[in-house]
């Protein structure tokens, strides 16, 4: 197989899995009534794609998947929302890897405490209320232990694909 069909490929697969654990997660009730805390199922190919492909690919994939998901399964508000959260973590995330060089784990907590910042700052946004930056310190302690959790499940998998990704960069 010709080496851009193959990478073509691997980023349409990596695309269809984060739409997969996302349609999934949305499926899982959450023992909390507060909304917008969930695991962030899909964030372990955004953790494994950082690592292994770079964030100009795993940027459009990430991107694609919200908007993909927010158009199938959402309406304008799921969005909005996902989008600043994707935005907003995907930039902390980015900077936290290629500038201080951190784990796995590190990067994934990060980029759940800040999409649920970008989140929360929308939807205050959106909706003119700044009461709900009170949810801010529940989803702040939601982001840190799925960040953490989704960090290591995405370390583990990541080095049963390390060859993959290898043959993939050629």
């Known amino acids: 197989m010709e080496k851009g069909t193959k990478k073509m490929t691997a980023y349409a697969m990596l695309l269809a899995l984060s739409m997969i654990l996302g349609y999934l997660e949305s499926m899982i009730p959450t023992p909390f009534p507060i909304p917008g805390i969930k695991l962030g199922l899909a964030n372990i190919v955004n953790i494994i794609g950082l690592f292994s492909l770079g964030p100009v690919p795993t940027g459009i994939i990430s991107f694609l998947r919200v908007l993909l998901l927010s158009v199938l399964f959402g309406n304008l508000m799921t969005l909005s929302y996902s989008m600043a959260g994707f935005f907003l973590s995907?930039?902390?995330m980015v900077l936290a890897k290629?500038?201080?060089?951190?784990?796995?784990?590190?990067?994934?907590?990060?980029?759940?405490?800040?999409?649920?910042?970008?989140q929360i700052l929308m939807a205050a946004f959106l909706l003119r209320n700044p009461v709900l930056f009170a949810y801010l310190p529940l989803l702040l302690l939601a982001g840190t232990a799925a960040g953490m959790v989704m960090g290591i499940l995405a370390s583990i998998v990541a080095k049963r694909l390390a060859k993959f990704f290898r043959e993939l960069r050629g």
């Open 98 to 118: 290629q500038c201080f060089k951190l784990s796995f784990i590190s990067v994934s907590l990060l980029g759940g405490i800040f999409h649920n910042i970008g």
């Open 90 to 92: 995907f930039f902390v």
